[in-house]
């Protein structure tokens, strides 16, 4: 039986990999289940599936959630703190860790897994943003295996030949791949007049066309910035430059990205926008397992249509392929700049056109090092963070 841990079980894609688990008893184990705040949710999801440890990264939502399970049959052991998260994730127990932990708090628990050498489905694309090369090379060095999660990585790894898996490498050339096609819905403001973005809230940002995500993914999907973080993290995952993607709008989302190879071939993936369906490849791979996702219906599904994205509706995407090109600790400034400017803007302190505006201002100034260790990144991390607080509060006087 594989033993499971699930980093950000309350999330989006934490919900749906317990459901793809719970249709597999026979096969699959919940060693544990961790949340960052989200101590009710965590209980509910504790009573179901009996996992060894929960843990929540708040100290206080911990100690709300032992007294919620105290007195009860409970066996399940509650721990807080970002070590605990460490532990549980690189735990000897442990077989395969799902990293759905959103943003860079995911990084250190995702790196202990990989460093463990944890079959690791990867969702946060953060943590190969931040630190891709540290990250591919100790899955190199421990044996980790790398199963991409997000649907449209988890489609080009379906259209590519690869039998061991990304950690063994992958040349695209000696594949004879000419270039990378991941598509992208375009979101909530794919055809808004540009002159209303200033103005959008954040329920209207939130509020995605096809995928039911999260607040923080959902906005980066409405800028784009979801799909340069996707860039960035497939130059990672597939060995790759940035003139080696190609970014598609396809509005349906039911082709999930495409590989063009030398002598003409086009191999897409494709199915319904629903997260079950790459979550229960990983888990299954290389063999296939029930997902409970609908059969897609091509007829239903009709018309499929594609366009180039347009950069002046989506600056997040450029300022993305621009700090993959510069490289170093570009894309950890970046994306720092971004977690900070978009949860502004879910407060209702900065505008949504402001968010590429914070951006492209931190990864204009940020010092760009060699990220030789994790402290490198982290530290980028924490200046990129620290820049884009000034500048939104100071309304960039």
Known sequence: MECITVLGATGSVGVSTLDVLAR???????????????????????RKHQPRYAVLSDIGAAELLRQELAGSNCTTHVLAGEQALVEVAGAADVDTVMAAIVGGAGLLPTFAAVEAGKKVLLANKEVLVMAGGLFMAEARRSGAQILPIDS???AIFQCLPLQKGLAAGCNLAELGVRKILLTASGGPFRDTPLAELAGVTPAQACAHPNWDMGQKISVDSASMMNKGLELIEACWLFNCSPDDIEVLIHPQSVIHSMVEYVDGSVLAQLGNPDMRTPIAHALGWPERVASGVPALDMVAAARLDFSAPDYHRFPCLSLAQQAASLGQTAPAALNAANEVAVAAFLRGELAFTEIAEVNKRVLLAAELTEPVDLSVVQIADAKAREHARRLIAAAFT
């Open 152 to 154: 449209e990585h988890n």
């Open 24 to 46: 597999h008893p026979e096969r699959y184990q919940v060693y544990a289940l961790t949340a960052n705040t989200s101590w009710q949710q965590l209980a509910i999801q504790v």
